[in-house]
């Protein structure tokens, strides 16, 4: 089994840098696929967090489907030079991780 607080702390984390890197990206005509990978991703770690901090029996179904989700932001954001994207796949690839184990 997973350690519960440290995959909660990744996906608030993830959380609030992909709700940063959307923001940061919606005026930049090329990244409309980062602005719609990190809106979901953002949605979908806030939701595990929820259900990992009150021990729901989705839990495990819905972390594999975060670490997708972080895999495929972190992928997009990696492509981009701002500071954000790069702050944002970093925090995608550290919640992913988390949530494997």
Known sequence: MKNVQVSIEACLACMVECEKCADGCLTVKDHLECVKLCRDCADI???CARLCARGSKFADALC???VKCCEDCAN???KHDMECCKKC???C???AEACKM
Request: aromatic content about 0%; some cysteine.
């Open 45 to 47: 770690c806030a939701l």
């Open 93 to 95: 690839k550290k919640c």
């Open 64 to 66: 594999a489907l975060c």
């Open 76 to 78: 997009e954001c990696s």
């Open 89 to 91: 796949a970093d925090a």
